[in-house]
């Protein structure tokens, strides 16, 4: 207790020179909290986003396979469609259990002067069949409202942030011009608004649905699809070949996992996590040297004081034992402190993050865990303590005679 004392009081003596020590490991602490936080939070969210599409399977028109899972897990724009008349083949697939057709448009719609910097958007309109979109997405529910029928040409359903951009709500009217395949100008539609569904934290958020042969006709596209969404009774690595085998044989189509849809956007974003551990791995270099100066300094100005300790029967134990305490007191500072930051600014982060880079998911991306606190407060131990190694045994190595004579 009483080295501890000690610790605290020459820690106090240069109070801002300890604060910004304190400040250095911190922000490196923070930067690495982030940055687990930020590999952890975007594997869920793949994780989330993939297992929220409902199908382990995917299949389209061939063209780039992250284009397409974009696309499907965040409402890209990469539009291609598959040939006529393979949704009826697929069908005929014993290992299928479950099946999907899906066609997605984009729409254009004129500001309608809610927003200031409303000037125009292209929101996604989706078409489904009912029954077989329902057994892919079973936990899918309505804020209010219901499904259209199947045979309906006016009628939409709203995603969640879908109806809060538009502040639509059910029985309104929806207003959008579409542009027809082969035509060049737009074509205007009104929908009625009966349903809006409650958010899901994934694509379906931002959509607008509508019948699968209305969407078709509306974008002059018919019999065509965006995706056919599948579910086989038995999935794992053997299944998937031999489905792969089978159908990759059709003329302009590809078969996509969603297993490697998530490798794919993991590898994506690979080099700006790499990056990223570059910039916190200096920071905690930096952070490392400015406390090992620190303590140091606080050696050099102790000098006379280390000298008469040890005179008056101090071991060169206590005199260690001392230096390592302050040296660990300011790590584990500074740990806590940056792992509060990083806690508390975890949705900054996830903004700039966000703004940086096109992740291809939706939903959280940074999360930060007390497990990862932890590993945070012990690894500063760690640092603290490899940290303090040198200036102690400096202080620990002083002859008192010598000692005395430097400090007068």
């Not at 089978?246 to 078969?255: D, N, S, Y």
């Not at 945070?376 to 620990?396: D, Q």
């Amino acid at each position: 207790m009483r080295s501890l004392s000690l610790a605290a009081k020459n820690l106090l003596r240069r109070p801002v020179r300890s604060l910004l020590t304190v400040s250095g490991v911190a922000l490196a602490v923070a930067v690495a909290v982030s940055l687990g936080g930020f590999n952890l939070g975007y594997r869920r969210a793949i994780d989330t986003s993939i297992e929220r599409l409902g199908y382990q399977v995917m299949v389209m028109a061939k063209g780039c396979p992250y284009e397409a899972a974009t696309m499907m897990l965040k409402g890209g724009t990469g539009l291609l469609y598959l040939p006529g008349g393979v949704y009826d083949t697929l069908k005929s697939d014993p290992d299928i259990q479950a099946i999907t057709p899906i066609f997605v448009g984009l729409a254009q719609k004129e500001g309608s002067g809610i927003r200031e910097d409303e000037t125009k958007s292209f929101p996604i309109f989706s078409g489904i069949d009912v029954a077989s979109f329902q057994v892919m997405k079973p936990w899918m529910s309505f804020q209010g409202g219901h499904w259209f029928s199947q045979k309906a040409i006016d009628e939409v359903v709203l995603g969640y942030e879908a109806a809060e951009y538009e502040q639509r709500r059910v029985g309104d009217s929806y207003y959008a011009s579409v542009i027809p395949h082969g035509r060049t100008e737009p074509v205007p539609h009104t929908f009625k608004v009966v349903g809006v569904l409650a958010r899901t934290g994934t694509q379906d958020d931002g959509t607008i649905f509508l019948p699968l042969a209305r969407a078709q006709e509306m974008f002059g596209r018919p019999g065509a699809l965006t995706i056919v969404g599948i579910k086989l009774k038995t999935f794992g690595a053997a299944s998937l070949r031999e489905f792969e085998g089978r159908w990759l044989k059709l003329p302009e189509v590809q078969v996509v996992s969603l297993e490697q849809v998530k490798g794919t956007l993991v590898s994506l974003v690979g080099t700006a996590q790499a990056m990223i551990a570059a910039v916190a791995a200096i920071a905690v270099f930096v952070a490392v040297i400015g406390v090992v100066n620190t303590v140091l300094m606080s050696v050099y100005e102790r000098t006379g004081e280390i000298g008469i300790m040890k005179a008056l029967g101090a071991r060169r134990s206590d005199i260690f034992r001392l230096i390592w305490l302050e040296t660990l007191a300011v790590c584990l500072l500074g740990a806590a402190a940056g792992s509060g930051l990083a806690f508390l600014g975890a949705r900054l982060v996830e903004h700039l993050i966000k703004a940086l880079i096109d992740l291809g998911v939706q939903g959280s991306i940074v999360a930060i865990t007390p497990d990862m606190i932890g590993w945070a407060l012990l690894g500063s131990l760690v640092l603290g303590l490899l940290a303090g190694l040198y200036p102690a045994w400096r202080a620990a190595s002083m002859r008192p005679i010598d000692a005395i004579r430097e400090g007068e």
